[in-house]
C-alpha cells in the first residue's frame, strides 16, 4: 500500500503558475505509474496528466497539454505538476493517484488540494 500527500495548491491569477507536489510513502515507489486528476465542483473527475514509474513517458489530457508538465524524482518519492498559464477553468480540486505497473486501475488517493484561479 501507498499513502499520497498533495500540496501546493492555492488561488492564483489567470496567467499565472502553481507546483502541485505529491510525496508517497510506504511501498516502493517505482512500482507505481502516477496521474493526476481534478474534479470540479458539478463536473466528473478528469484525468490531466500521468507518468510511467521510470518517468519515461507521460500523458498529457488536450485542456492542459502545453501548458502543464508532469514529473517525478523518484529518489523522493515525490511526482509533480507544473502548471503554467493557468485559466479559470482550471479551478478544481487536484489530487494524485498511484497505479501499480501491473494494474490498470488507480488503486491509492491523495485527500487532493484545491487550485483555484481568478479571472
Known amino acids: 500500500q501507498v499513502q499520497l500527500q498533495e500540496s501546493g495548491g492555492g488561488l492564483v491569477q489567470a496567467g499565472g503558475s502553481l507546483r502541485l507536489s505529491c510525496a508517497a510513502s510506504g511501498r516502493t515507489f517505482t512500482v507505481y505509474d502516477m496521474g493526476w486528476f481534478r474534479q470540479a465542483p458539478g463536473k466528473e473527475r478528469e484525468k490531466v496528466a500521468s507518468?510511467?514509474?521510470?518517468?519515461?513517458?507521460?500523458y498529457y489530457a488536450d485542456s492542459v497539454k502545453g501548458r502543464f508538465t508532469m514529473s517525478r524524482d523518484n529518489a523522493k518519492n515525490t511526482v509533480y505538476v507544473q502548471m503554467n498559464s493557468l485559466k479559470p477553468e482550471d479551478t478544481a480540486v487536484y489530487f494524485c493517484?498511484?497505479?501499480?505497473?501491473?494494474?490498470?486501475?488507480?488503486?491509492?488517493w491523495g485527500q487532493g488540494t484545491q487550485v483555484t484561479v481568478s479571472s
Open positions: 507518468i510511467t514509474s521510470s518517468g519515461g513517458r507521460t
Open positions: 493517484a498511484a497505479r501499480p505497473t501491473w494494474s490498470t486501475q488507480y488503486n491509492y
